[in-house]
DNA sequence: ATACATACC
DNA sequence: TACTGGTATGTAT
């Protein structure tokens, strides 16, 4: 074997090379010169060196995975045997025969794409049709329940259909040839039918499309020709791919199995315009299984199977015989999938997976290294994604950026967010920020790219996307009753849009997730009228207590907004102290706030209602402020902030300092800053910061630890302030403001775990009070980590459903 | 949650 | 042959 024999790194792949050729039968040949030749076509075409690195690297798998069986103990080996003969007879218990699965699977389906696509055929009248409709008008007959696989390709379970067929008249089971295609029986018809005129078609949105099929096909008065089938599976399928090419012009195959796994293999096996039937016994299909190249199976690629072979191992039957071993080198879920492709096992019910779980655009052209076209391609993608989105009604919270450089190195970046995302500013407000970390890590030298894509995933599911009206405040209401029924009621819809550019801001209303439930819950613990005055009480209890206020001013809806407003306000001054930043200087603290706006929807935007704002309390001096006008509000917290109290946020960062005027998207500020975009400032205060502060979840605290360590008199700085936690009210012996931070939103997690007792949230609010536990990121300017710890308690992927014809993937442990 | 590799069409 | 664009998923961290 080869493998192995390449360990430098520039010349181990050449020569490697150079050996693959130097076969028998080349003896004689001139290998400097195919050498040369080789080295040649190879220099320029970074493709294929960025083949060789790949090929390189699987080579180093293999190579780990050998060394790894070379340790493996006799004993070892016995005691994997006795497992896995375990293992098999679980497995060949619950073997069933008893489905009858077809797979079927378009035979020039990519062909058909490229003529619709050619100009010459694009005048030529088109059928209407679509593997939907497909599935509409022909799969369900067979199976309501066929699971659509890819454009061109469907599972379906015919065993119910084959028990009424056994029953049904030869009437039901007559088809009639389509009028194109009357002239000739065979199937071969495509051909003559396409020189009459027609175009196989499969697209719906085909630009002539509409017309002809089912009007030639209900008008086909000629009659003609039509063909009887029988009631058994392969008279059934045939029947199908017979239906299929009337409506579509395009020749389908099938294979017909008790199994998924072994149903698609089959209708490989006749392939252009053909079946195959796997009998449904276990003979049969053990008899197929021993001579099955282990490549053919859905799921082992190419990689998988150079491992494999690297063991020996090219048939399924030899998986079988060394299940021992593959149970000692490859991952758990690896070699059971292994382990059942080598029983001929597979998913023998077939589930319609109809939410698709990302989106994504991406696009390949000449490299592209000038930052500025790289963010207005960037935001090129971001319109063309949110169309995408748009047209699906989706909305989602992860937003995933795509690099791959000239050399075909692929890299991924991606954020998360609290609440769900969709149009293209709000999704160009994240990408930008991960293409513009990426530019950064990389200069003084630039990026050079060769294609950018972005991805949208982590949908909300589409009862989430409902905004119900039903408030925080009536979550509050219900008490600790069951969270888990009241969190998709939390929203709330805010009318109107006319915002003052300085008040409003996005609020976590949108939010959809339990976890987002907690935050927000905590962040109504800022809306405390009296605080200082009653310290003792718990989150929850002021929380309660809050609630019983607003019953009494009936003003929900406007309390909600301040909410908001305060709370960012303290993530950004909390932001802003743990990452110092050069900035312009202050302008309208609030515009903060509107900074965020691009990360939610508008239309949960709080509208700055003019009815009156009583009852507001500054979360910085905690005095009340009378006033219906969030701007003068705004003013007062600005003012708060910019001295008293807030000083100890500056011993980490100067306050003022941070301040800055953002460049909302939509503004004309923030256009300007995309199309000019020549120079990245690395440090700015940016939409990531909010980004940052969904990530980590909470950041509540330190508008209350200002005002809590304000004991001591700003002279006393030096000396560090006094840090009494205020929930749990003991002196924190420390400095430092994360730490202290860090505390508090322990000592309040643990609040909200009592409240919660054993509601169903408890497992989020768990997860908060790990992460906390967490240091924030490292360094402020830097800015780069959006990485965020996962709590080791939660269960591994392995518990998520995986269907034994997924893909293993990754076989190495 | 994120990054990356693998797979499939 | 070179190699895209889209989606999903396994593994590692």
Not at 490 to 502: I, Y
Request: hydrophobic share 30%; net charge negative.
């Amino acid at each position: 074997m080869d493998y192995g024999t390449a360990t430098t790194k520039g010349e181990g792949y050449l020569s490697r090379m150079a050996l693959n050729d130097n076969k028998a039968g080349m003896e004689g040949l001139d290998r400097a010169k195919i050498n040369k030749i080789i080295m040649e076509s190879s220099k320029g075409s970074k493709f294929y060196e960025y083949e060789l690195k790949k090929e390189h690297q699987v080579n180093q798998r293999i190579e780990k995975m050998m060394s790894q069986k070379a340790h493996i103990t006799e004993q070892q080996l016995k005691t994997a045997q006795a497992q896995v003969e375990m293992t098999a007879s679980e497995l060949e218990k619950s073997r069933d025969l008893s489905r009858i699965i077809v797979h079927v699977d378009m035979d020039a389906f990519y062909a058909a794409v490229e003529m619709r696509d050619c100009p010459d055929l694009k005048d030529k009248p088109m059928a209407v049709g679509s593997m939907s409709m497909l599935i509409r008008e022909i799969f369900a007959d067979y199976d309501p329940q066929f699971q659509p696989v890819s454009l061109d390709e469907a599972y379906l379970d015919f065993t119910e259909h084959l028990e009424l067929r056994k029953s049904w008249p030869e009437a039901s089971r007559t088809h009639r040839y389509s009028s194109w295609s009357t002239d000739i029986e065979q199937p071969e018809h495509q051909q003559e039918s396409e020189a009459k005129g027609f175009s196989p078609v499969l697209f719906e949105d085909s630009p002539s499309s509409s017309q002809s099929l089912s009007n030639s096909q209900t008008a086909d008065a000629t009659g003609r020709t039509t063909e009887v089938f029988g009631t058994s599976v392969e008279e059934a399928v045939r029947e199908m791919r017979f239906r299929i090419e009337q409506k579509t012009m395009l020749t389908a195959s099938a294979g017909i199995a008790p199994n998924m796994m072994l149903a698609k293999v089959c209708s490989d096996k006749n392939k252009p315009n053909g079946q195959y039937r796997l009998a449904s016994n276990r003979e049969a299909v053990m008899d197929f299984i021993q001579n099955l190249p282990v490549r053919k199976v859905s799921g082992i690629g190419k990689v998988s199977e150079k491992m494999l072979n690297a063991l020996d191992i090219s048939s399924c039957a030899h998986l079988g015989q060394q299940m021992a071993l593959l149970s000692l080198l490859f991952s758990e879920t690896a070699w059971r999938h292994l382990m059942q492709v080598s029983l001929g096992l597979g998913s023998t019910y077939i589930v319609r997976n109809e939410e698709r779980k990302s989106m994504s655009t991406e696009r390949t052209f000449k490299e592209l290294n000038r930052p500025d076209e790289q963010l207005s391609l960037c935001r090129e993608l971001c319109e063309d994604l949110a169309q995408d989105l748009k047209k699906e009604d989706l909305k989602g919270k992860s937003v995933t950026l795509k690099l791959k450089n000239v050399n075909f190195e692929v890299k991924t970046r991606a954020v998360t967010l609290p609440c769900a995302i969709a149009t293209a500013d709000e999704i160009f407000a994240l990408a930008k920020d991960l293409l513009k970390t990426e530019i950064e890590n990389e200069s003084p030298q630039p990026l050079r790219l060769r294609l950018m894509g972005v991805r949208m995933s982590a949908f909300v599911s589409p009862d989430d996307k409902k905004t119900l009206q039903k408030s925080i405040v009536g979550f509050l209401q219900s008490g600790k009753a069951d969270v888990r029924g009241s969190t998709q009621e939390v929203r709330q819809q805010f009318e109107g849009d006319h915002l003052p550019s300085c008040s409003l801001s996005l609020t976590a209303q949108t939010c959809q997730t339990k976890e987002e439930v907690t935050w927000q819950i905590k962040k109504k613990g800022l809306l405390e009228d009296h605080p200082v005055d009653r310290p003792q009480l718990s989150f929850f209890q002021r929380a309660r207590a809050k609630r019983l206020q607003l019953q009494v001013c009936s003003q929900e809806r406007e309390n909600e907004q301040s909410a908001s407003v305060l709370t960012l306000r303290d993530e950004h001054a909390h932001k802003r102290a743990e990452t110092p930043k050069k900035d312009t200087g202050p302008k309208c603290a609030a515009s903060h706030l509107s900074e965020t706006d691009a990360l939610c929807p508008s239309e949960a935007r709080p509208s700055t209602s003019s009815s009156a704002l009583n009852c507001l309390t500054c979360p910085v001096c905690f005095s009340h402020v009378s006033t219906d006008n969030l701007n003068v509000f705004n003013s007062h917290i600005d003012q708060c902030l910019s001295k008293g109290e807030f000083h100890i946020l500056n011993s980490n960062a100067d306050v003022k300092d941070n301040y800055k005027e953002i460049e909302v998207p939509g503004t004309d500020a923030h256009e300007d800053q995309i199309k000019n975009n020549q120079q990245v400032e690395p440090n700015r205060l940016d939409q990531h910061h909010l980004t940052n502060d969904c990530v980590h979840t909470t950041t509540l605290i330190n508008g209350d630890s200002g005002t809590v360590t304000s004991h001591r008199p700003r002279s006393d700085h030096d000396k560090g302030p006094v840090l009494i936690c205020p929930v749990c009210h003991l002196t924190q012996d420390t400095n430092d403001l994360a730490i202290f931070n860090r505390h508090v939103d322990l000592c309040l997690n643990q609040e909200v775990l009592h409240e919660m007792g054993n509601s169903p949230s408890l497992e989020i609010a768990k997860s908060n009070v790990i992460d906390r536990s967490i240091p924030p990121p490292r360094q402020a300017g830097s800015g780069k980590s959006k990485r965020r710890d996962s709590p080791s308690y939660l269960p591994s992927k392995k518990a998520r459903g995986q269907s034994p014809h997924n893909t293993i993937d990754k076989f190495f442990r």
